[in-house]
């Protein structure tokens, strides 16, 4: 948007597009657009079954391809958490389950939704698929590079699979791989186990740097004429920030990996100090234990924004098109994204206030953490905005996107608990914290991936999800994950710490036991309410009613594609022309309630559209 | 309509369920209410913008439904409401943040006239020492640990000969006289937590971490561990007897000191040696 923005200057009264100088009540200048300053990318085409579905270098077909693997984790994520919550609300019919299986899976849940569901659902599965057609390219920059990202990923979730099967099984050193325990005796899966997750972790790296680098450059080069930064959907600029913050922040996880193999094999004493174990004292000493909580943390906080920005993004998309309104104050939008992604990186040791690091950096910590919810909190005010004044189909779409803004703003302000130091000294390690990041990262995000998938389903295959099943499935889930996390919050009040295997009788705690049997019987229940989405979807893949182009009327580019599901190279003949940003809904005088971004101004030239 | 109105009982459920709750925090037992009070400060104001946004999001649901024909309003950005709300948020940060830090302040500066207790941790269990006479903690090293020393103090330092050392995995403390926590680890993380007290920290191995408390309550407590430390983590419990003066003197006066233990022990040995001889 340029600078004259605020006067209300409708395009008859905007000359900066005129170029030549000649003048005129309608210039014919103002559908201008710069000319492309590169050829057309040339496709490679895939020529054999292998090729087309396999390894594939379409990014849609990756999209998909991360989409399904990332989903696969994400089942065996929730059985394992169905597993978790026996333990805790109905220990007499968990009789199977030992210490070492409940920690074993409580550290294969977390490492896989956080690290290999969400973030390669999101960057991905959205951020391959939806990119170039965005921002009007017909593939990703790099088409090869693209799909050994993902076969790179695919190995990376195999070895991670794989180590449920290796003598001593997988790890169980909790998601935060907290040294020296992470690799001694005492915790399980020491063995084979560590050093599997290890080396799926940094394949996971590798392979994703590999996209990282097509997000970012395809994002920055590969733009159609006329799609300026600042008129790209939110959605891409989630996803382009997320993708910044992957790229600086997987090289922490990155080192910190090979620094514990090295320790862990060579024994080396990158984060082991003197330990006397049984009785002996081990060939260990002189290494930091606290060196490693901050490389993990300098990766872990960053990455709860590679996760959060996409989900940003798109919900923004998604309410806009929905309320058939403008996102409220895009450019703050904007910078919020670019700004709550700087600071993510001045934050991280907010997890460490009680980790028995120097205690004055909790001062430091305590400040950029809260300083962060700023920025996150004009979000949060521009979404309810947006709605403000709408025109709002309450479909399962707009259902999603109010359960993330319900979910969101719940574990956002429990953040504030968590961040403000002092408050976070009796609160960390409790339930409370569980209770918090699942809400804030776990079912927000969840919200917006649901969300996206109603939403884009239309477009990926061309058929329209039934929207009944839709909402007993939204319902339930939402209904069902409030009443996991909400009542969760109390019993960190209680002062209940996390990861404990079984609570023995403290006084304190059997009043939870009611609770938590409650929670496990929700967390029951929402798990399997996620097999609706699967039943809708082969259902409508089936019978489904078949979707028309653009059904939701968006302005974005993906719908405005040759063909439904798009084809390789997307867009037919001709890439597309940008004229305006893509959030040009009820724009007054305009025939219909929304302005493709496509449209040229001379084509609406007697509505009141503002200049962007 | 019906979505609103779900939306709406949630919120008043999750008001309900908080003023109702029988779930909420123990009765303190430390100096440290500074820490409940600012989580009730942060209760009302972050509970206050939760509710809030959802009521505001909610009303829009009502008010703004989809009808065939309307058209929202077209108002890309009111500069004056963005910046009412940013500084608006940015007060409301700003008052939560300042007594956490103050409250922060104080946590980190031990008062001079607090006890030490020196707490060891190690895969699955605690023990504690005392400093003797002389006020101080005698030095130690993971390396020292043996049957007759298991703090490790090194034994060329004079002030660890009248260390006390509780063979318990209970520790008992004055009331009403700050404590400083002295947390070591010989193996992996560990964390000595009284949700009582509400004051925590990790011990680490390789270096010394400390917390200060002051309880101010009789009793009985149970300690948990905090930290993941390996599969007997949740097992991995201890004990603290909070008594007046009187009694924790007495209690004191029962306790073994290094000089004691380690004698003991040398008597066992030559005893032992005797008996083998025989």
Partial sequence: ?612 | MHAGIIFLLVIIGSILFHIFTPWYWTDIASNWKGMDDTITLTFWVGGGVFVAVCLFMIYCVFRYQHKEGRRAEYKPEDKKLEKILTWATTLGVAALLAPGLIIWNQYVNVPKNAIEVDVMAWQWGWQYRLPGKDGKLGTTQVRNIADNNPFGINPDDPFGKDDIMVESDVINLENNRPVKILLRSVDVLHNWYVPQFRAKMDAVPGTVTFYWFEPNKVGEYEVLCAEYCGVGHYAMRGGVEVQDKADYEAWLGEQETFEQLSARYEKLNVDGNKLAKK
């Fill in chain 1, 1 to 612: 948007m340029s600078d004259e923005y605020d006067n209300n200057k409708s395009y008859q009264a905007q000359s900066s597009e005129v170029m030549d100088g000649s003048t005129g009540s309608v210039n014919p200048d103002i559908d201008y657009v710069r000319p492309s300053e590169v050829g057309e990318q040339e496709l490679y085409h895939p020529h054999s079954f292998i090729e087309k579905w396999v390894f594939c270098q379409d990014a849609k077909v990756i999209g998909v391809q991360y989409f399904l693997t990332a989903v696969f984790t994400g089942v065996v994520g929730l059985i394992l958490s169905w597993l978790m919550r026996l333990q805790l609300g109905f220990p007499e019919l968990a009789g199977f389950m030992t210490a070492e299986h409940y920690y074993q899976f409580v550290t294969m849940h977390g490492m896989i939704m956080v690290v290999y569901f969400l973030t390669a659902l999101f960057l991905g599965g959205f951020g391959n698929y939806l990119i170039p057609l965005m921002v009007g390219a017909r593939d990703m920059v790099f088409p090869y590079v693209n799909m050994l990202s993902f076969w790179m990923f695919f190995v990376a979730v195999a070895v991670l699979m794989a180590s449920f099967f290796v003598p001593g099984g997988p790890t169980g050193a909790g998601w935060t791989l907290y040294p020296p325990q992470t690799i001694l005796e005492g915790t399980p899966g020491a063995g084979m186990g560590i050093l599997l997750m290890l080396i799926s972790l940094s394949l996971f790296v590798i392979g994703f740097t590999m996209g990282g680098l097509n997000y970012m450059i395809t994002i920055l080069q590969a733009r159609t004429r006329g799609m300026t930064l600042m008129r790209m959907p939110l959605t891409v600029w989630g996803i382009f920030t997320a993708t910044v913050l992957a790229m600086l922040a997987f090289p922490a996880l990155l080192v910190s990996a090979i620094m514990m193999t090295l320790d862990k094999v060579l024994q080396t004493s990158f984060f082991m100090p003197t330990i006397l174990k049984a009785g002996e004292v081990l060939e260990y000493g002189g290494g930091s234990p606290i060196l490693f909580q901050h490389l993990f943390w300098f990766f872990g906080h960053p990455e709860v924004y590679i996760v959060a920005l996409p989900a940003f993004g798109i919900v923004s998309d998604l309410i806009s098109v929905h309320a058939r309104k403008n996102i409220f104050g895009y450019r703050m939008m904007v910078w919020a994204i670019v700004g709550i992604g700087a600071l993510s990186f001045f934050v991280w040791a907010h997890h460490m206030y009680v980790s028995g690091m120097n205690p004055w950096f909790g001062f430091f910590f305590a400040t950029t953490t809260l300083i962060i919810a700023v920025p996150t909190a004009m979000k949060v005010y521009n979404w309810i905005l947006t709605l403000w004044r709408g025109n709002i189909r309450i479909n399962v779409v707009m259902l999603w996107c109010l359960g993330f803004i319900v979910t969101f703003v719940n574990g956002g302000i429990t953040g504030i608990f968590l961040g403000n130091v002092s408050v976070d000294v009796p609160l960390s390690d409790t339930y409370f914290v569980i209770a918090h990041f699942h809400m804030v990262m776990g079912i927000a995000p969840l919200m917006v991936i649901m969300g996206a998938v109603y939403h884009w389903f239309p477009l990926v295959a061309g058929k329209m999800l039934d929207e009944g099943l839709g909402k007993w499935h939204f319902w339930i889930t939402f209904l069902g994950a409030y009443s996991i996390y909400f009542p969760m919050h109390y019993l960190g009040f209680i002062g209940v710490p996390r990861r404990y295997f079984e609570m023995y009788d403290s006084p304190y705690m059997t009043s939870a036991v009611g609770m938590n049997e409650f929670i496990s019987i929700a967390a029951f229940i929402v798990g399997a309410a996620q097999f609706i989405l699967i039943f809708n979807i082969i259902k409508t893949l089936k019978t489904g009613k078949k979707a028309e182009q653009n059904p939701w009327k968006a302005n974005s580019l993906e719908w405005y594609t040759s063909t439904v599901p798009p084809e390789h190279g997307n867009f037919g003949d001709r890439l597309p022309v940008v004229h305006r940003w893509p959030y040009d809904f009820s724009v007054p005088g305009a025939k219909e309630d929304y302005i493709p971004q496509t449209t040229a101004p001379s084509e609406v030239i007697h509505t009141e559209v503002e200049k962007t």
